[in-house]
């Protein structure tokens, strides 16, 4: 079985090859915690936890990091005043730090629900701020840097002076950007308009602030990820992913940086998933066309017209290639959720299915699993592996019809594959079996208050508790072993 990578980098598909035989370094940039995170954020994390499943689920063993962008994040306004915590800490009256902490800890919420795989390193920026000031001392120190009134500026001329090329990630020419750019964050203190900060001066009103070698200040954004990227998986790694919107100036810079600092090229294979759209706009905070992910599993919205799952968001956004737009829509919410419950119906179908060894089945369980695993490794095709999986589901209902027959050894084939690819590579959840689990958790609490009350000779709660319950259809019956309960 043969990876196939789309690699932005060569812009061609290449067959992987991975450093370590059998091991994957990956990258992914996370979330700059300064706000809520929208739908379309979740989409780009998504891909990649789709990535990582399928990584694991090919048996390789993946280092993954994705970052916290927890400092130096400037503004979109240029603002050298500002980066956008400094600017959210004025709006909400917070410390710097709560402002992170708050954003973090939604930002993990968001992504528990919709049911992704932590990854194995969570570093933040404002952890790493040594490394980077030893970055930024080893480009001042290569001549790939220079101080400028007490920040730090990466010198792309000088780069591209030295046979490297700036702009080979995002196939920009280096003429035509310095045409193009104007100096905003450097207000003249730059070399030319497209040098990049890796270490910004802070202003006396700057809240975040370290020491360093050329005064107090903070560091820019794009040296954190080359900080800790070369950390934890070292100067040359396999994979790093983000968004497509990430491939510039961020992510070029990443390269400059990490070739600059290393003599080699930091990533083998550059991964971008594509953006999340909404009214056929992407979705983004600035623009207002966004949805956040609570106000479509809760319903509060005026634009889907009923709440929907996590699960059934999730099965939709892997309905298209993480490398297509997708455009979220009422429909395309609708139809998802209408395939997941037939997907999830011929699941337990499958349960009570008699196999037969005397027919001869017409349906190819090798050919079939073949295709599943085929459109995984091109290129993590989760649409064509999801296309495949309702051949599956068609062959399932002709089996409850009695118009199809499947071998003993071929059905625990067909449950084990089936269940691993909704489930481990996929990532979506049996909604049902949930619901049933939160509702036992939730009468077992119920039945405890009512032993409290009972101890406590509240017998008129510990009878309300019972008697409305009863009334919902659910029966408290008290034993010697305890209560248990049944639903009528
Ligand atoms: P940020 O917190 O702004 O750095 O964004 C976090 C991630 O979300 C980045 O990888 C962005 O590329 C990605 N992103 C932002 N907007 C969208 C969108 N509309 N669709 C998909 N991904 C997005
Ligand atoms: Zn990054």
Avoid at 464 to 469: E, G, S, V
Wanted: negative net charge.
């Amino acid at each position: 079985m043969q990876l196939k990578i789309y690699n932005s980098l060569t812009a061609e598909k290449e067959i992987f090859k991975p450093i370590l035989d059998g091991n994957v370094g990956m990258y992914v940039c996370g979330p700059t915690v300064y706000s809520n995170v929208h739908l379309g954020n979740v989409r780009t994390f998504l891909s990649f936890d789709f990535i990582y499943r399928s990584l694991t689920h090919l048996g390789y063993k993946v280092r993954y990091v994705r970052n916290i962008t927890d400092a130096g994040h400037l503004t979109d306004d240029g603002d050298v005043n500002n980066d956008r915590f400094v600017k959210q800490t004025r709006l909400e009256k917070l410390e710097p730090m709560e402002i992170v902490q708050k954003y973090t800890v939604d930002f993990h919420k968001v992504l528990d629900m919709f049911n992704l795989l932590p990854p194995n390193i969570e570093p933040t920026a404002t952890g790493h701020i040594v490394e980077q000031i030893e970055l930024t001392q080893k480009l001042i120190d290569t001549g790939f840097a220079y101080e400028s009134n007490g920040s730090v500026y990466f010198d792309v001329l000088e780069y591209n002076a030295r046979g490297l090329n700036y702009g080979e990630l995002s196939k920009r020419n280096i003429e035509e950007l310095f045409a193009n750019t104007r100096d905003l964050d450097g207000q003249g203190e730059k070399k030319n308009p497209q040098d990049f900060a890796l270490w910004k001066k802070a202003s006396p009103a700057h809240i975040m602030r370290w020491n360093s070698p050329w005064g107090e200040g903070f560091p820019g954004w794009h040296l954190e990820c080359t900080a800790m990227s070369t950390k934890y998986l070292g100067e040359t790694f396999d994979i790093h992913g983000g968004g497509m919107d990430l491939k510039f100036p961020h992510h070029e810079c990443e390269i400059a940086q990490g070739k600059a600092c290393n003599g080699t090229s930091p990533v083998n294979y550059w991964m971008h998933a594509n953006m999340l759209t909404m009214n056929s706009q992407r979705m983004s905070k600035s623009t207002g066309n966004y949805i956040l992910p609570m106000q479509l599993v809760s319903g509060e919205n005026d634009f889907f017209e009923k709440s929907f799952h996590p699960t059934i968001v999730r099965f939709c956004f892997l309905q298209a290639h993480y490398r297509s737009v997708l455009d979220i829509s009422n429909d395309a919410m609708l139809a998802s959720e209408k395939g997941f419950t037939r997907l999830m119906e011929a699941l337990k179908i499958l349960n009570s299915i008699t196999p037969n060894d005397e027919k001869q089945s017409g349906f190819s369980l090798e050919d079939w699993k073949t295709k599943c695993y085929d459109a995984i490794t091109d290129d993590f095709n989760s649409p064509v592996l999801i296309a495949h999986l309702f051949e599956a589901v068609k062959f399932i209902f002709a089996l409850k019809d009695e118009k199809e027959t499947i071998s003993a050894k071929d059905l625990e084939d067909l449950k084990a594959t089936l269940n691993a690819f909704v489930f481990d590579v996929l990532g979506l959840q049996n909604i049902e079996e949930n619901n049933n689990e939160k509702l036992d958790q939730t009468l077992q609490v119920l039945i405890e208050l009512r032993n409290q009350a009972r101890k406590s000779k509240n017998f008129d709660l510990s009878d309300q508790i019972r008697d409305k319950l009863l009334a919902e259809g659910i029966e408290l019956k008290d034993g010697r072993e305890g209560t248990t309960y049944v639903l009528n």
